[in-house]
């Protein structure tokens, strides 16, 4: 039930891009990204609902593949702030709301 | 802006020792979450609470833990006798509608289990 993240772990210059996927084997209502600090609570990124959509916000969009069940997160021309570990929230139809979070991915990016 | 708060931020405890977590949603949230992250490791789903009541519950969630909302406000965890293997980050979470809504974190209260 776990969605599998891809890749473990990026390492990036400033500037360069990255795309991390989420991939789940149920079909999923809908996909929220998060970034995780070092000691710190995860952030909310953004939410793609079942419909293919894409979202973005600054220099970060996502977007879901209903027919895989899958979602990348996109990460251009990154910045020394977007170091952290990316997690993606899958959500199935219910009435309970919880997320199932993947194992992360860790982004470093340096100068 | 709203958010939700946990409380302690750091509970330092002896293994058996009972614990309570005490958690304050946002407060037109209507559905309640409590999440635990050990160190290096994923963000795992524990409980979820709506309408004064479990929803669902993962099956790390046993005997030892409960929840409740006492006053119409608070959100508390309890894990009654703590082992070793309890020690983690325990973030609560509440969220306004289903679906299409976030899901707001608190800043996590990390146990600690001697």
């Known amino acids: 039930q776990q969605p599998v993240q891809s890749p473990q772990a990026v390492i990036l210059r400033e500037g360069e891009d990255a795309v991390i996927n989420c991939s789940s084997s149920?079909?999923?209502?809908?996909v929220h990204w998060y970034r995780q600090k070092h000691g710190e609570a995860p952030v909310f990124l953004m939410i793609?609902?079942?419909?293919?959509e894409q979202k973005g916000h600054d220099k970060i969009s996502a977007s879901f593949n209903e027919k895989k069940q899958q979602s990348s997160l996109y990460l251009t021309a990154s910045q020394l702030s977007y170091s952290g570990t990316y997690f993606c929230g899958t959500e199935l139809a219910s009435n309970t709301g919880k997320l199932i979070f993947g194992q992360g991915t860790t982004l470093q990016v340096k100068p | 802006e709203p958010e939700v708060t946990q409380t302690p931020s750091h509970q330092v405890t002896q293994m058996g020792q009972e614990v309570i977590l005490r958690c304050v949603p946002i407060s037109n949230h209507l559905y309640f979450y409590w999440y635990r992250q050990i160190l290096g490791q994923k963000v795992e789903f524990l409980v979820s609470?709506?309408?004064?009541?479990?929803?669902?519950k993962s099956e790390i969630f046993d005997d030892q833990f409960s929840v409740e909302r006492p006053d119409g406000s608070n959100f508390t965890l309890k894990i009654r006798s703590t082992k070793l293997e309890d020690s983690a980050m325990y973030f609560c979470a509440s969220r306004q509608i289903l679906n299409t809504g976030e899901l707001f974190f608190g800043e996590g209260s990390r146990l600690t289990v001697l």
């Open positions: 793609l609902l079942k419909g293919g």
């Open positions: 149920k079909a999923l209502y809908s």
């Open positions: 609470f709506y309408n004064n009541e479990i929803s669902e």
